[in-house]
């Protein structure tokens, strides 16, 4: 039966508490978090005056050649319980080792007659092994990395070693290791021996929710507790990759300190994902396949002939509530990869993601109008409408021409529609449109407009247009909308670099933001095609341009990533 890890903890306190000398074998994966979660207890039980015998060390097989490597690992690595509450737990410093060293070289000078004007080391190698682990008792002794242990190293002699250790020298010893790793002749070995020499054997399998609790502390600050929740929706129970994402997460909250956290929370969601596919390739799906573009059929079992893998890794991504990687995704995940985050960049991308944050707000406290309307039959036609023609005013970025017109049909017919020229006329100050919004396309269902004064006064506003689109209009729409009306990109690229200096140069204020966002934003595209690649082209070549022109002007570009 599968132990909880409640229940694993409770037998590793059971047995730090025993006076009897036991040996504890704590089996699990390759970071699942054995070592930490040991180590966590003990500093716990040592603190709390819980833990016998009162000395401690900690021996990583790791690296070490021989049993006598073993023993004077032993010695070096023994520190005294108070260590626990004064210094770094397992942390034996160079004076303790030095005088418990050269009070039993004394002692064994004495032994065998040596004179007492032979140096007190020299031999330091053989003096630590010998007299150093006479030193080795009564104490708790813990091996780690036994599979990873030397070549050289006999498994059946390290287990004999802790056979001693605990019948001879009264030590309760602890085991770590995986395993499933052992293979050969030391899989037989370690069956073999496990019943004789182990009194206590524990398999610590952490589920991904208990893995979790495991590496975030419960006052951990909130962004950490978001890896908490995504780790454990992605099935992560490497406790290593959690804490990996945990510093990945307080990189990005440094970064984007003072956005809209669901700006934030966006970044630490993608990053928990591509972090599982980066350091964990074998359980998560391919990072190329998380990275492609995706249509939502896809995700409604549209697609033929998806293996059985796709389909798994599929219903992973729509647990997870992931879709496509957007041009703020990319960034994170560029980022992650390389250990250098392009802080101008993602803050670049933040504020256009900032902008779409800001128009979907909008529309939903428009639809929350809309709500007295729709959800109950009070006598309220005075309220609905006072709110209403404000909201037409406050959020008119938000509303497209087919609500504007509905909405001021409505008022019409409630008898409101007095001021429908003035609320119109607000509509269209506050927009800040090319002349394709306002002449409309009919096969947009966005736009179906049927009040005749709203017609009326759109045909009257494109009218002011030339018959040249204004280009600071199409490229502010690009970045509002998220996308381009056909015809559009022909219509930018048209324009030459010096055309694109131009509009920068005579551009101010928002509407500057704007500009700049709109002929870099094919940048963010990974399956850019020529049109695309020949608009960045030259948008790159104005700025670069621009950014010669005076250090404050090589800085200003510099903050929308254009290097010199």
Not at 426 to 442: Q, T, V
Request: charged letters at 30%; one cysteine or more.
């Amino acid at each position: 039966m599968k132990m909880s890890i409640e229940q694993v903890k409770s037998e590793i306190r059971r047995f730090l508490g025993d006076k009897d000398r036991l040996a504890l074998c704590l089996r699990g994966r390759w970071g699942v978090g054995k070592t930490h979660t040991w180590e966590t207890l003990l500093a716990e039980e040592f603190k709390n005056n819980n833990a016998y015998p009162s000395r401690y060390a900690y021996v990583s097989l790791f690296g070490l050649e021989s049993l006598g490597d073993v023993r004077r690992s032993l010695f070096e690595n023994t520190v005294e319980s108070a260590a626990f509450k004064t210094v770094k737990p397992f942390e034996a410093t160079t004076s303790s080792v030095s005088e418990r060293l050269s009070h039993f070289a004394s002692k064994w000078r004495a032994g065998a007659g040596i004179i007492r004007g032979i140096p007190v080391i020299a031999d330091y190698s053989g003096l630590a092994e010998k007299a150093g682990f006479l030193d080795v008792r009564d104490q708790i002794v813990c091996f780690d990395d036994l599979e990873r242990m030397s070549e050289h190293l006999a498994l059946k002699d390290v287990l004999g070693l802790i056979s001693l250790l605990k019948e001879k020298k009264r030590c309760k010893v602890v085991l770590l290791l995986n395993s499933e790793a052992l293979e050969g002749q030391d899989a037989d070995d370690f069956k073999e021996q496990l019943e004789k020499i182990i009194d206590i054997n524990l398999m610590f399998s952490p589920t991904a929710q208990e893995a979790a609790e495991i590496a975030i502390r419960d006052n951990a600050a909130l962004h950490s507790k978001w890896v908490g929740e995504y780790a454990a929706k992605l099935g992560i129970s490497n406790i290593r990759t959690i804490f990996k994402l945990l510093r990945i997460a307080d990189r990005l909250e440094e970064i984007l300190n003072g956005y809209d956290e669901r700006i934030l929370r966006q970044s630490i969601h993608s990053a928990c994902l591509y972090g599982f596919a980066l350091y964990q390739p074998g359980d998560a799906p391919p990072i190329e396949y998380i990275t492609e573009e995706r249509s939502y059929a896809f995700f409604s079992g549209d697609k033929d002939e998806r293996t059985p893998e796709e389909i798994q890794w599929s219903e992973l991504l729509r647990a997870y509530e992931y879709r496509n990687a957007d041009a703020f995704d990319i960034a994170i995940f560029d980022g992650i990869r390389s250990g250098l985050y392009d802080v101008v960049r993602i803050k670049r991308e933040a504020d256009v993601l900032f902008q779409q944050l800001s128009l979907s707000d909008q529309d939903a406290a428009f639809s929350k109008v809309w709500d007295i309307y729709h959800e109950s039959f009070d006598d309220n036609t005075v309220e609905f409408a006072t709110k209403l023609k404000k909201a037409i005013l406050e959020y008119a970025a938000a509303i497209s021409p087919r609500n504007l017109s509905a909405s001021i049909g409505t008022l019409k017919s409630l008898g409101y529609g007095e001021d429908v020229d003035t609320l119109i006329q607000g509509y269209i100050e506050k927009r800040n449109d090319g002349k394709e919004f306002w002449s409309g396309d009919p096969f947009m269902p966005t736009f179906h407009v049927e009040d005749p004064d709203v017609a009326a006064a759109f045909a009257k506003k494109a009218a002011e247009f030339s018959d040249d689109l204004k280009l600071k209009n199409v490229l502010a729409d690009i970045v509002r909308n998220g996308g381009w009306n056909p015809g559009a990109l022909e219509f930018i690229d048209k324009h030459s670099a010096d055309d694109f200096y131009e509009i920068l140069k005579f551009t101010k204020g928002e509407e500057l933001r704007l500009v700049v966002y709109g002929l870099t934003y094919f940048r963010r595209i990974s399956n850019a095609d020529e049109t695309m690649r020949s608009i960045t082209e030259k948008a790159i070549s104005a700025l670069q341009r621009i950014g010669r022109e005076s250090e404050i002007n090589r800085l200003r570009v510099e903050k929308f990533g254009i290097t010199l």
